[in-house]
């Protein structure tokens, strides 16, 4: 009999290249992951909601195969520090100050959620494009 397999994406997830790395924003750390290509003409941010972390959305970072997706743990969750102030306005400076300092490209697409919901399009950083949502 053979053991059986942990998740239906392992193979997938064992091939798609990922980095750990971490970034000062507003004095407190954050820390994400690239999955794919580091060197991709596209680039995705994909945030998490409330309450989660980068492991909710590897599994579509994976599936976004020849494209660099950044995931980060969101402040307060994960490994990541937490905000001073726990509002949704602490949470929209924290996501356009780690875009400023994380992505590279310069016009990343984002996709996010937030308890559930999708991140409201106003609440996108600058100078972002807009990308599709997960729940």
Do not use: K, N
Not at 71 to 87: K, M, N, Q, R, T
Not at 119 to 135: D, T, V
């Amino acid at each position: 009999m053979q053991p059986p397999v942990l998740s239906p994406y392992q193979s997938l997830m064992a091939a798609t290249p990922v980095v750990h790395r971490s970034v000062q924003v507003d004095g407190r750390t954050t820390h994400y992951w690239e999955y794919g290509p580091s060197d991709a003409d596209e680039t995705v941010l994909a945030v998490h909601g409330f309450r989660g972390d980068h492991h909710g959305l590897e599994t579509i970072a994976a599936h976004l195969v020849g494209v660099r997706v950044i995931v980060p743990d969101p402040a307060g969750f994960g490994i990541s520090d937490p905000l001073a102030v726990s509002e949704i306005d602490s949470y929209v400076a924290w996501l356009q100050g780690f875009t400023r300092h994380s992505a590279s490209a310069p016009t990343p697409s984002c996709s996010g959620t937030r308890s559930g919901r999708s991140w409201s399009p106003r609440r996108w950083p600058r100078g972002s494009r807009r990308g599709c949502s997960c729940s």
